[in-house]
């Protein structure tokens, strides 16, 4: 499966983004699905993920309350990653990846996008 990543931008402090993850190749549906992140000169780090069924997510400590996690398993097989009251902590490449399982570490992900950049101005 391919993924691609879009929605990132630059946007002020106390703004909002919306990501998307679309898939092609094979239905998105039948992975668990996750957000990764990695600022400059740092390691990358979980954001979210969601699971096959959209029935069980997880969240970082980082962006708990403000970042949410969905997903549309019909015609547009996307996951979404809805960002509200951005800080410029928040800007960093963010990474799409599907796998068997939503877990928070990036080795039990199969697939990945090519990232969409978020940066956040104070």
């Known amino acids: 499966v391919q993924l691609q990543a879009s929605g990132g931008g630059l946007v002020q402090a106390g703004g909002s983004l919306r990501l998307s993850c679309a898939a092609s190749?094979?239905?998105?549906?039948?992975?668990?699905t996750g957000w990764f992140r990695q600022a400059p000169g740092k390691e990358r780090q979980f954001a979210a993920t969601?699971?096959?069924?959209?029935?069980?997510?997880?969240y970082a400590d980082s962006v708990k309350g403000r970042f949410t996690i969905s997903r549309d398993n019909n015609a547009n097989n996307t996951v979404y990653l809805q960002m509200n009251s951005l800080k410029p902590e928040d800007t960093a490449v963010y990474y799409c990846?599907?796998?068997?399982?939503?877990?928070?570490?990036?080795?039990?992900?199969?697939?990945w996008g090519q990232g969409t950049l978020v940066t956040v101005s104070s």
């Open positions: 990846a599907a796998g068997s399982g939503a877990t928070t570490t990036p080795s039990t992900y199969i697939y």
């Open positions: 190749g094979r239905t998105l549906s039948t992975y668990a």
């Open positions: 969601i699971s096959r069924n959209g029935g069980y997510t997880v």
